[in-house]
């Protein structure tokens, strides 16, 4: 899990979008020779001669009073905020502009660590601007350029210099499972209940936890982590800084997590984005456990209605716990830490080879895959190669023959015969005769 923060600033159409595409190996940011293109700060864990760290990408800063620039301003200094190294990209090209001189002064007032990339060295006006960018007071400058990868070791070596090797990292044994969920559907509260004590601050405002906040705390003498994320908001919908910070916040706290509580609020009713909250969770294999808070506000409804409506909302995740609470008052919060354990028992949940290659060839045998053009799915042999989730590779024919279905069937199999409530399963399907 990474720990280090990276972000790229600049004025707009240096560069940075193209270098961090070139980093994460990936097109996520949009590259186009238009100012003010990339408006979103993206994000993405990048791994680089054995040391983790997030990388990210921000929207370029302009003086220009146009709708967005003030809104893209603050989103870098909260980028900054949250950084341990700065990467300055400018454009050797052109030269030091005003627009530079405004990063600078956002730059000195943080005092992070500063690295001034010199972008697009390979033109030569390039190279005979180089040295007017040490007038902007930072200590280390690199030459480089994304399209011809001229510098990029260099410059990846600098940031990286102060890293902790990934086998450096410390493992803590103790459970750790973090709160998450829209803003404003009682996490803060939530927290506070099982802490009892006022940890966070409890607001009606929706955002005002901004920060993750992590808690020990013991329950029946065993230690566990809490940890309060900041209220995650539909992405797209609201273009508020704070809440694009928050974001950032949650899915790092998500990755640091072994579970997962997603709070519903009782009273809202169940929304698409709290879909793609748990969504979140499962892509990073976490266990699951459903929060429907504020249950003392609903008169009209039993927990078996409720139930049967989030089991049809959330066809993605039925193997969730759900519990119903009120974080405020306390009632039902009992009910909680029981699930935790015993999602805690199932994420690294062993089944034994014999065991489980009988359930698979049983499963198999009652219910074959229909054949592809005169060929048919086999499975050989089935074991269990991981844990925090679970996960089982089978060797078959031919795994180009692998239906998502029959995948989910076999699934199901699983799920009837172990008890693996409240955590993903990963299936993995190998050629018997290599990959």
């Known amino acids: 899990m990474a720990t280090e923060v990276v972000a790229i600033v600049g004025r707009p159409n240096v560069g940075k979008s193209t270098f961090f595409n070139k980093v994460v190996g990936k097109k996520l940011a949009i590259v186009e020779d238009t100012p003010g293109v990339t408006r979103d700060r993206l994000y993405e864990e990048v791994t680089y001669n054995n040391k983790k760290f997030f ?3 921000t929207g370029g800063i302009d003086v220009e009073k146009e709708t967005f620039n003030e809104e893209i301003k603050i989103q870098a200094e909260i980028a900054i905020e949250e950084a341990d190294v700065v990467l300055f990209m400018v454009d050797g090209k052109e030269g030091i502009t005003h627009n530079d001189l405004v990063v600078r002064d956002i730059l000195r007032k943080s005092k992070k660590r500063v690295i001034v990339a010199i972008n697009k060295i390979d033109v030569k006006s390039a ?14 400058y690199i030459p480089i350029s994304s399209i011809h990868n001229t510098g990029y070791s260099e410059l990846m070596d600098t940031i990286i210099m102060d890293f902790k090797d990934n086998e450096e990292e410390q493992s803590d044994e103790r459970l750790k499972f973090s709160i998450i969920g829209r803003p404003n559907v009682g996490k803060s509260s939530l927290t506070n209940a099982l802490l009892n004590e006022e940890r966070s601050v409890v607001s009606d ?3 005002t936890t901004r920060d993750s906040i992590n808690s020990v705390f013991k329950y029946h003498g065993e230690e566990y982590i809490l940890i309060d994320t900041a209220g995650m908001r539909k992405k797209g919908r609201v273009f508020e800084t704070i809440e694009k910070y928050s974001l950032l916040r949650s899915m790092r706290s998500i ?20 879909k793609h909250i748990a969504g979140y969770a499962i892509e990073r294999g976490k266990g699951l456990i459903f929060v429907v808070n504020k249950w003392d506000m609903i008169s009209d409804t039993s927990i078996a209605e409720f139930t049967k409506l989030m089991k049809a909302e959330f066809q993605f995740a039925t193997y969730a716990p759900i519990v119903f609470l009120s974080a405020l008052t306390k009632k039902r919060i009992h009910t909680l830490m029981p699930e935790v354990i015993k999602v ?7 089944i034994k080879t014999s065991i489980l290659n009988d359930v698979i060839l049983d499963a198999y045998s009652l219910n074959k895959p229909p054949s592809y053009k005169g060929k048919r799915l086999k499975i050989y042999f089935s074991s269990q190669t991981g844990i925090k989730p ?3 590779t089978l060797r078959v024919n031919s795994k180009g023959l692998i239906h998502f279905s029959y995948e989910r069937y076999l699934e199901n199999k699983l ?10 399963i990963v299936l993995q399907f190998k050629n018997r005769s290599g990959d």
């Not at 190279?127 to 280390?140: H, P």
């Not at 799920?415 to 993903?424: A, M, S």
């Open 55 to 57: 990388l990210i990408d």
């Open 127 to 140: 190279k005979d601007n180089m040295y007017d960018f040490y007038e902007l007071g930072f200590d280390t």
């Open 205 to 207: 405002i929706a955002g």
């Open 255 to 274: 990755d640091t997590s072994d579970i997962c509580l997603v709070v519903i609020n009782a009273e809202e009713g169940i929304t698409e984005h709290d």
């Open 344 to 350: 805690a028992e199932n994420i690294k949940r062993e």
């Open 390 to 392: 679970p996960k089982f």
């Open 415 to 424: 799920r009837e015969n172990f008890d693996l409530q409240g955590t993903p």
